[in-house]
């Protein structure tokens, strides 16, 4: 395979901009702000828990099933471009509805429909990298797709608040800037990536023949070290979750002088700075001083910044506190992720990568299931001001804390460490 320019890279990554916009758009601030409308204030949590809850098990299913599928797919289009260009075309049906029906049913209907769809994109394109770039540059190129997604995160934590705003919570401009995102920088990888026809081999199996088997036979049976790594993801992840998906609720209730759109833009705009700076940080930290040290630290600045966040009281406080939560999530990236591309065996590195993506999607659902618990003390604890967000906070601490006990027995990967088989 040839060697690929950097402006290639970019082509084939340019669409991650618009669904990380998407994404973090709609779960950070527009459906926070429109369920306000339909719920009462003190579900809000319960319902906007439950609601994202049903579309990332859903996105769970769908986003491995599709991109195995396009493995199988063969088209004079290409594997991939199918899937992308018919799962945004689906995309842009729900996000439709979102922005001009009104009412809670349709609000439901646009969510769960936008997630099948963009998950119908979102797997095969995780397949489209490795397909168009030769394995001596994937590193520089996954480093690209990474700054893509904190690109379309910025963008969203920059525009939001001025296109949606708490006391006319009305989705139609911060929906249409979505799509207009989506259909551009969709556009730039369908027509930009250099995509081949794909005709199937003879004995190549039929595109849905054991494909439920194939794509979710993952085995425990390897070295328990990897299935360790792993759960250590899913503990981290839901500890950070859990702030991410009810920030807008914890301002609201605990920051009643500030605008909750707004400011929640700021916070998680901060957050992602700091994120991005000390992910770079221990990549580097990790060659040199070997990276589960690195991974076991990231865990206690995450506790440490949780528990901060219980006894923030003033904006600047939030402020400060969230970024202990960044420093630790941009260090636990960066090294958890290397470990499980280093640890994973090479003939087997996509079962193997997907399944620590079912741990994020897994962390994510199950991190929204924390809003019936948050509405649950809030409303029956009267005694302590919304003690709701204190045990949410406290539950963190405690699964990041987790997180870096399950990775005790876990090998150092500045070794050649591999799942044996």
């Not at 049906?93 to 769960?112: E, K, N, Q, S, T």
């Not at 904006?315 to 640890?343: D, H, K, R």
């Amino acid at each position: 395979m040839r060697r690929v320019s950097g402006w290639y890279m970019f082509v084939l990554n340019a669409y991650w901009i618009g669904l990380s916009f998407m994404w973090n758009s709609l779960h950070v601030t527009i459906l926070p702000a429109v369920l306000l409308n339909y719920v009462p204030s003190t579900q809000k949590n319960t319902w906007l828990g439950l609601l994202t809850f049903f579309g990332l098990i859903l996105a769970m299913i769908i986003q491995p099933l599709s991109g195995a599928l396009s493995d199988r797919w063969a088209s004079r289009f290409g594997r991939r471009r199918p899937f992308v260009l018919f799962g945004t075309l689906g995309d842009l049906v729900f996000l439709g509805i979102l922005a001009f029906v009104g009412g809670l049913p349709w609000l439901f209907i646009g969510y769960i429909g936008l997630q099948i769809t963009s998950n119908m994109a979102h797997g095969p394109m995780q397949g489209w990298m490795p397909d168009e770039v030769p394995a001596e540059q994937l590193g520089m190129a996954s480093g690209i797709k990474t700054a893509m997604d904190m690109f379309g995160i910025i963008i969203s934590s920059l525009l939001m608040g001025f296109l949606i705003t708490s006391t006319n919570a009305n989705p139609t401009k911060s929906v249409l800037a979505i799509i207009g995102f989506l259909v551009l920088f969709g556009a730039i990888s369908l027509l930009g990536a250099h995509e081949k026809p794909y005709v199937a081999a003879q004995n190549h199996p039929q595109p849905l023949k054991g494909l439920w088997k194939e794509t979710f036979n993952f085995k425990a049976d390897g070295d328990k070290n990897y299935w360790r790594l792993i759960f250590s993801r899913f503990l981290y992840l839901v500890g950070i979750y859990g702030f991410q998906s009810f920030a807008q609720y914890f301002i609201r209730d605990k920051f009643p002088d500030q605008n909750p759109i707004a400011f929640t833009q700021i916070v998680m705009g901060t957050f992602v700075v700091v994120l991005i700076i000390f992910s770079l940080l221990a990549g580097a930290m990790g060659d040199r001083y070997g990276r589960k040290r690195i991974h076991i630290i990231s865990g206690f600045i995450g506790a440490f910044g949780a528990v901060l966040l219980i006894f923030a009281n003033t904006p600047v406080e939030l402020i400060a506190y969230g970024c202990f939560m960044g420093i630790g999530l941009g260090i636990f990236m960066s090294t958890n992720w290397a470990m499980a591309n280093q640890m994973a065996p090479a003939a087997e590195a996509g079962k193997y990568m997907g399944l620590t993506n079912l741990a994020t999607a897994g962390s994510a659902a199950v991190a929204r299931l924390e809003g019936p618990m948050i509405d649950f003390f809030n409303n029956n604890v009267h005694a302590v001001h919304f003690v709701g967000w204190t045990v949410l906070f406290a539950l963190s601490a405690v699964l990041m804390l987790a997180s870096s006990l399950a990775m005790r027995n876990v090998p150092d990967t500045k070794a050649d460490v591999k799942v044996t088989k």
